[in-house]
Nanobody, 122 residues
Framework: QVQLVESGGGLVQAGGSLRLSCAAS????????MGWYRQAPGKQRDLVAR???????DYADSVKGRFTISRDNANNTLYLQMATLKPEDTAVYYC????????????????WGQGTLVTVSS
């Protein structure tokens, strides 16, 4: 069974930085794409950043220039370096994986983590 476990969330003052991590486990052979989504109270879950095998990245306009997504393919770990945080960045941040192939050939189209809360105080 494939699992994604996020860590690194917490409380930070506006202007500060945080680094989120997402560790994928479960005899993983390949992951096509990994990304971070966030959901603020009362709002829908939106894409923050995504990275595809090969290294191409995609960011929400609201975080461009402030957030950086990276991926350690050897260890199936995803990171999100967040800088110049704003109160509007407050949300639960979820890790997402698309196209996960495990040893033995089983494929999981999409996997979600349980989320980690980021709170930015003004």
């Amino acid at each position: 069974q494939v699992q994604l476990v996020e860590s690194g969330g917490g409380l930070v003052q506006a202007g500060g930085s945080l680094r989120l991590s997402c560790a994928a486990s479960g005899s993983i052979f390949r992951i096509y794409a990994m990304g971070w989504y966030r959901q603020a109270p009362g709002k829908q879950r939106d894409l923050v950043a995504r990275i595809i095998t090969g290294g191409s990245t995609d960011y929400a306009d609201s975080v461009k220039g402030r957030f950086t997504i990276s991926r350690d393919n050897a260890n199936n770990t995803l990171y999100l370096q967040m800088a110049t945080l704003k109160p509007e960045d407050t949300a639960v941040y979820y890790c997402n994986a698309l196209g996960v192939t495990v040893s033995g050939g089983m494929r999981y189209p999409e996997v979600w983590g349980q989320g980690t809360l980021v709170t930015v105080s003004s």
